[in-house]
C-alpha cells in the first residue's frame, strides 16, 4: 500500500458544488501539504499543517480550506468549485529530520465544469 | 521575493547524450535543494537532495547535481539518457527560515529520442 494516499483519484464536479479531497499517510509525519499543479506552473502551495492544531495558508489558498482530523489524515476542500480550480492536486508529508524531504501522493485530478 | 527557475520547459535528448536540466534559484544564503521526478499519472518521487556537505550529490537512476554557492545553481545531469528517464523534473527549494515549505520551478519536461 501507498505511504500517502488521495482519493479520489479523479473527479469531475459542476460548478458551484462543495467538493472534498482526502489524503491519509501510513509514515507517521507530522507535517502535511497540499499542492496544485497546473502545467508550467510548477506545484503551488495551498495549505500546510505541521501538527494537529497548526493550519497554514500557503501562496493560493483563496477558494480552499482544509481540516486536519488526525495526524494521518489531511483533507482539502473545494467550497464553491470555480472551473480555474481544474487542476491537478498533490498532498505530501514531511519529518523534521532529513532535510525535511516531503513524499507525495499520486494525485487526484480535478475538473469543474 | 524567494524564486526558483528552471531553464526550458522542455528538453529533448537523444538515448545515449547527455542529460542537462537547470535550476537556478533567488537566495544568498544557502538552501536545502531538491530535484523530483514526476512520470506520467504519478506522483512526485526524489531524485535526490542537497542539504549540507560535498556539493556534487548522486541521485537514484544515475542522475547527479551539483549546488554551486556562487552561481546560485543546481543543475541536473545524467550522462547517458535511457528512454526511461522521460519524464517531467522539478526542482524545489527550502529556504533559509521557511520552515520546511519548499518552493517549486516551473517544471522540465524530458524527451527522450530513440
Known amino acids: 500500500d501507498a505511504d500517502v494516499t488521495q482519493t479520489p483519484r479523479n473527479r469531475i464536479t459542476k460548478t458551484g458544488k462543495r467538493i472534498m479531497l482526502e489524503c491519509s499517510q501510513t509514515?507517521?509525519?507530522?507535517?502535511m501539504y497540499w499542492y496544485r499543479q497546473d502545467p508550467g506552473l510548477g506545484l503551488r502551495l495551498i495549505y500546510y499543517s505541521f501538527d494537529v492544531k497548526d493550519i497554514n495558508k500557503g501562496e493560493i489558498s483563496d477558494g480552499y480550506s482544509v481540516s486536519r482530523q488526525a495526524q494521518a489524515k489531511f483533507s482539502l476542500s473545494l467550497e464553491s468549485a470555480i472551473p480555474n480550480q481544474t487542476a491537478l492536486y498533490f498532498c505530501?508529508?514531511?519529518?523534521?529530520?532529513?532535510?525535511?524531504?516531503?513524499?507525495f501522493g499520486a494525485g487526484t485530478r480535478l475538473s469543474v465544469l | 521575493a524567494q524564486s526558483v527557475t528552471q531553464l526550458g520547459s522542455h528538453v529533448s535528448v537523444s538515448e545515449g547524450a547527455l542529460v542537462l536540466l537547470r535550476c537556478n534559484y533567488s537566495s544568498s544564503v544557502p538552501p536545502y535543494l531538491f530535484w523530483y521526478v514526476q512520470y506520467p499519472n504519478q506522483g512526485l518521487q526524489l531524485l535526490l537532495k542537497y542539504t549540507t556537505g560535498a556539493t556534487l550529490v548522486k541521485g537514484i537512476n544515475g542522475f547527479e547535481a551539483e549546488f554551486k554557492k556562487s552561481e546560485t545553481s543546481f543543475h541536473l545531469t545524467k550522462p547517458s539518457a535511457h528512454m526511461s528517464d522521460a519524464a517531467e523534473y522539478f526542482c524545489a527549494v527550502r529556504f533559509s527560515g521557511n520552515t520546511g515549505k519548499l518552493i517549486f520551478g516551473q517544471g522540465t519536461t524530458l524527451q527522450v529520442k530513440p
Open positions: 505530501a508529508t514531511s519529518d523534521t529530520g532529513d532535510g525535511n524531504i516531503q513524499y
Open positions: 509514515k507517521g509525519h507530522d507535517r
